[in-house]
C-alpha cells in the first residue's frame, strides 16, 4: 500500500446474491489506514452543501450507501470531481485536500470511515488559510534529518494490524510472531538461522560469549564506528583492539586489522558501517589464518550485498539492530544474532533466556535479552518493504552522488566495486572546518543533518584507561572532523533531496 496523494475510485467486494448485497471495506487492502470513525451525512437537501473544509492528516473512504452525491476536491494544483452513485464503489481521500459535496439526491446516505477520531486541530476551515497550508508544504521549507512518523502514512495501516494481532493473541513474550521473523528474516539474509533478542548492542556481546570470547581475549574492531561495537567487547570482559579506517569509506583498514593481531586475538568484528560492507573476504581469510571468530556488525546494513550475498551470512554470525531509525526498525530497541552455525544460535538463545533451555533449569549464567512480539510482528510487516525501501535509499544516494561530485571540497563516499550498499547513513566529506560551517549553513534553511561520528572510540572518555593517544588512529580521527551525514531516508521526496542539494551548492557559490 503506497501513500497515494492522489484521490481515487476503488471497487468494493461486493457479494451479491438473492437474500440481497453485501459490500465489504477491508482496512489494510482497501484502505491503507485503520478506521477510528464512521459517521454519515443523511438527509441533506438537495441544494445543500457539506465539506467546505480540509484535513491536515484525516484519511477518508467515502461510500454512497444510498442515492448520489458529487464530491469537489482540491489540493497539489488539481481538482477532482467524482459523482458517488452505488455502494459497490469508494472514494479514496488523502489528507490534505480541500472537499465540497454537492448535488445530494434526494434519499442520500453517504457513509464515511475516517482514520482519526475526532480532532479540531485537524480542521482547516478556511479557504485562505487552506490555501496558505498548502504552499508551505508543497514547497516544504525545512527538511528534517529523519522524520518516523511519516511511515504511518505508508504502512500505517499494516503496522495497526500487526500490532492488534499480537495484542488479539495473548502472547506477548516469544510464540509465533517471534518464531516467523526469526526464520523470514534468517531467509531474507541467506543464513540459516535467526535468534531475537533485545538490541543490537546485546545481539553483538551475546555473540561473542557464545562464541566463548571473555576475560584475557583481545576483540579488532575499528577505531570509528558507534560506540555499542566497542561496548559489546567491554560488556563481556574481553579488551577492544583498534584498528584505523578507509577515509573514502569508513570501512576498516585491513591492513591495520593484520597489524594488530597478537597471540590474545580471539576475535574481529567487520563493521558494515554506513550500510557498504566490510571487505569481508579478506577479514575471512584473516581470520582463518590466526584461528579468529568473525563477527559482523550489520546493525547498519539490512540488505546490502557483498559479491553478491547479503551481509549476515558473510561471517561465523552477523549481530543486527533494529533500532527505529536503522534501515528495518521496530516500534522500540530490538535486535537479532544472524548466521549460517546453529549451535552457536543455539548458544545464544540459552543465555538471552536466562541462560535456560528448559525453565526453572539454568545451565549458564545466562541473561534476558528477547525480542518482544509486539517488534517481531512490526519487523515481518516491515520486512516486505525493505529492497523497495533500500532502493529508494540507493536512489537518493546516486542523486546526491551525481549533483555534488562537482564540487570542489566536498567528497562523496566511495563505493568499492565488491560493494551494493543500502546508506544506513550517507556521510559527504569536506576539508576540516568547512564541515560545521556547512552545517551550521544548512541548519539555518531548515535541513538536518548528523555527525557520524564526532568521537572515535579511541578518544571516548570511557575508554581512557586503554591509553589511546591523539594521533593514533589518523583517519579515523580525520573522518570524525571532515565528515557530514545528510538527510537520506526512504521518505524522503526527491523534491526533498533535490533542496538539501540545491543548498549545498548554494553553501559553495557563497561561502
Ligand atoms: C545501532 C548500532 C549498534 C547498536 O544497536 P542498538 O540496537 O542501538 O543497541 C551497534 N553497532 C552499530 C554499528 C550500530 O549502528
Redesign the pocket.
Known amino acids: 500500500m503506497t501513500n497515494r496523494a492522489e484521490p481515487h475510485i476503488i471497487n468494493l467486494t461486493n457479494i451479491n446474491d438473492e437474500r440481497g448485497g453485501l459490500g465489504v471495506v477491508e482496512a489494510v487492502a482497501d484502505a491503507g489506514f485503520t478506521f477510528e470513525r464512521f459517521y454519515f451525512l443523511h438527509d441533506v437537501p438537495s441544494d445543500g452543501a457539506r465539506g467546505a473544509h480540509a484535513h491536515k492528516r484525516l484519511r477518508q473512504v467515502m461510500i454512497a450507501l444510498a442515492g448520489s452525491v458529487t464530491v469537489s476536491l482540491q489540493g497539489h494544483g488539481h481538482r477532482w470531481t467524482f459523482r458517488l452513485d452505488s455502494p459497490r464503489h469508494a472514494l479514496l481521500v488523502p489528507p490534505g485536500l480541500w472537499r465540497e459535496l454537492t448535488e445530494f439526491s434526494k434519499g442520500a446516505v453517504i457513509g464515511v470511515l475516517a482514520s482519526e477520531s475526532f480532532d479540531e486541530a485537524d480542521y482547516i476551515r478556511d479557504y485562505d488559510d487552506f490555501l496558505a497550508w498548502e504552499s508551505e508544504n508543497r514547497s516544504p521549507k525545512k527538511v528534517p534529518y529523519v522524520d518516523l512518523a511519516r511511515y504511518d502514512g505508508v504502512i500505517g495501516a499494516e503496522i495497526s494490524s500487526a500490532v492488534n494481532r499480537v495484542v488479539k493473541s495473548g502472547w506477548y513474550i516469544g510464540g509465533p510472531e517471534v518464531a516467523d521473523f526469526e526464520s523470514e528474516f534468517a531467509a531474507y539474509c541467506g543464513a540459516a538461522g535467526s535468534v531475537g533478542v533485545?538490541?543490537?548492542?546485546?545481539?553483538?556481546s551475546l555473540a561473542l560469549r557464545a562464541a566463548g570470547i571473555g576475560s584475557g581475549d583481545e576483540v579488532i574492531i575499528q577505531a570509528n564506528?558507534?560506540?555499542?561495537?566497542a561496548l559489546?567487547v567491554a560488556e563481556v570482559g574481553a579488551t577492544p583492539i583498534l584498528a584505523d579506517i578507509e577515509l573514502t569509506t569508513g570501512c576498516v583498514d585491513v591492513t591495520s586489522v593484520a597489524s594488530a593481531i597478537t597471540p590474545r586475538t580471539a576475535a574481529i568484528i567487520a563493521?558494515?558501517?554506513y550500510g557498504h560492507p566490510a571487505d569481508m573476504d579478506a577479514l575471512r581469510s584473516l581470520s582463518e589464518k590466526h584461528g579468529l571468530f568473525l563477527l559482523e556488525?550489520?546493525?547498519?546494513a539490512h540488505g546490502a550485498m557483498y559479491k553478491g550475498r547479503r551481509c549476515g551470512a558473510l561471517g561465523d554470525a552477523a549481530?543486527f539492530?533494529?533500532?527505529p531509525t536503522?534501515n528495518l526498525g521496530a516500534l522500540g530497541?530490538?535486535?537479532a544474532v544472524v548466521g549460517l552455525d546453529a549451535d552457536l544460535l543455539e548458544n545464544v538463545r540459552l543465555r538471552a533466556n536466562y541462560g535456560s533451555r528448559k525453565k526453572y533449569h539454568n545451565e549458564v549464567i545466562g541473561t534476558n535479552s528477547r525480542l518482544d512480539p509486539i517488534h517481531a510482528a512490526v519487523l515481518r510487516a516491515k520486512l516486505r518493504h525493505l529492497d523497495a525501501w533500500n532502493d529508494i535509499r540507493r536512489q537518493h544516494a546516486r542523486r546526491y552522488a551525481d549533483f555534488l561530485s562537482g564540487l570542489h571540497g566536498l567528497a562523496p563516499p566511495h563505493v568499492h566495486e565488491w560493494a551494493d550498499p543500502v546508506w544506513?547513513v550517507f556521510p559527504v566529506r569536506l576539508a576540516e572546518g568547512r564541515r560545521d560551517d556547512l552545517r551550521k549553513y544548512l541548519e539555518e534553511f531548515g535541513i538536518g543533518t548528523n555527525v557520524h561520528y564526532p568521537v572515535p572510540v579511541s578518544r571516548q572518555p570511557c575508554f581512557a584507561d586503554a591509553g589511546w593517544r591523539q594521533g593514533q588512529f589518523p583517519v579515523a580521527e580525520r573522518a570524525a572532523e571532515e565528515l557530514l551525514s545528510l538527510p537520506l531516508d526512504p521518505m524522503h521526496t526527491t523534491a526533498e533531496i533535490d533542496r538539501v542539494i540545491e543548498r549545498i551548492q548554494a553553501f559553495f557559490r557563497e561561502c
Open positions: 533485545a538490541n543490537g548492542l546485546q545481539a553483538l564506528t558507534f560506540v555499542a561495537t559489546a563493521v558494515h558501517l556488525d550489520a546493525a547498519q549481530a539492530s533494529f533500532y536503522k530497541d530490538a535486535g544506513h
